[in-house]
Nanobody, 128 residues
Framework: VQLQASGGGLVQAGGSLRLSCQAS????????IGWFRQAPGKEREGVIC????????YVSDSVKGRFTISNDNAKNTVHLQMVSLKPEDTAVYYC??????????????????????WGQGTLVTVSS
C-alpha cells in the first residue's frame, strides 16, 4: 500500500503547478483524500480535502479560490491544481488518504486528522 506524490518544482509567483498523488494497493475513490503542506520551521497544515462520506470538498481559507482537487479514477490518482501561486505557498506538499473518517474545516483550515496513509511529499518552491 503506497501513496506516491509528484509534480513539485520551482515556479514564479503568479504561476501554476499541478501535483499528483497516485495510490497503489487500494482504490483512492473509496477514501477521504487530503493535501497538506509543511513550510520550513512551521507545522504541517491542511490545504484541501475531499470527504468520501459526504462527497464534499473543503478548502482552507489560505488557498481558497486558487487550489482545487480532482480525481482521475482510471489512474487511481488525485491531482492538486494550484494557480496564482504566492511565495508563502512554498512548502513540502503531502497527500494522505483515510478510509473511515471524513474531513472538515477547523477555524478555516482543513483539519489534519489521523489519516491511514501518507505520501512522501513533494517540494513546491514559489519565487517572488
Amino acid at each position: 500500500v503506497q501513496l506516491q506524490a509528484s509534480g513539485g518544482g520551482l515556479v514564479q509567483a503568479g504561476g501554476s503547478l499541478r501535483l499528483s498523488c497516485q495510490a497503489s494497493g487500494f482504490t483512492l475513490d473509496d477514501y477521504t483524500i487530503g493535501w497538506f503542506r509543511q513550510a520550513p520551521g512551521k507545522e504541517r497544515e491542511g490545504v484541501i480535502c475531499h470527504s468520501n462520506s459526504d462527497g464534499k470538498t473543503y478548502v482552507s481559507d489560505s488557498v481558497k479560490g486558487r487550489f482545487t482537487i480532482s480525481n482521475d479514477n482510471a489512474k487511481n490518482t488525485v491531482h492538486l491544481q494550484m494557480v496564482s501561486l504566492k511565495p508563502e505557498d512554498t512548502a513540502v506538499y503531502y497527500c494522505a488518504a483515510d478510509q473511515a473518517d471524513p474531513c472538515f474545516l477547523y477555524h478555516g483550515t482543513v483539519y489534519r486528522g489521523d489519516y491511514d496513509y501518507w505520501g512522501q511529499g513533494t517540494l513546491v518552491t514559489v519565487s517572488s
